[in-house]
């Protein structure tokens, strides 16, 4: 079930991201409304994470699993990139989850 609980934080959080980088973009008041209304989401859906794993790996895992999300659509609907280091780096946070699937 937390995994359920994580997924909804990480879809909440990039609909978040998406609306508030259109609203830095195009200002239209009903962008930045929707972003604040997606992180009340994370919120509850954190909230509800908790009843079923420690703070700190239900914060791992949504971290992780936020970035590459966030980094797709900054990809797709942006057309971002990122350079050697960073790919790197979410490599080591994707090894650092896996590790974290044995507990």
Same mark, same amino acid.
């Given at each position: 079930?937390?995994?359920?609980?994580?997924?909804?934080?990480?879809?909440?959080?990039?609909?978040?991201?998406?609306?508030?980088?259109?609203?830095?973009?195009?200002?239209?008041?009903?962008?930045?409304?929707?972003? $604040?209304?997606?992180?009340?989401?994370?919120?509850?859906?954190?909230?509800?994470?908790?009843?079923?794993?420690? +703070? &700190? #790996? @239900?914060?791992?895992?949504?971290?992780?699993?936020?970035?590459?999300?966030?980094?797709?659509?900054?990809? $797709?609907?942006?057309?971002?990139?990122?350079?050697?280091?960073?790919?790197?780096?979410?490599?080591?946070?994707? +090894? &650092? #989850? @896996?590790?974290?699937?044995?507990?």
């Amino acid at each position: 079930m937390v995994y359920l609980y994580i997924g909804a934080i990480v879809v909440s959080e990039a609909v978040a991201y998406y609306m508030l980088k259109n609203y830095s973009m195009h200002r239209h008041p009903s962008l930045f409304v929707a972003g $604040v209304l997606c992180y009340a989401a994370v919120c509850y859906f954190l909230v509800r994470s908790f009843a079923y794993k420690d +703070i &700190g #790996i @239900v914060n791992i895992i949504w971290s992780v699993v936020s970035i590459l999300a966030i980094l797709g659509v900054g990809t $797709v609907f942006f057309h971002e990139s990122i350079n050697w280091k960073e790919g790197l780096g979410i490599g080591f946070a994707l +090894i &650092g #989850i @896996v590790l974290l699937g044995g507990r």
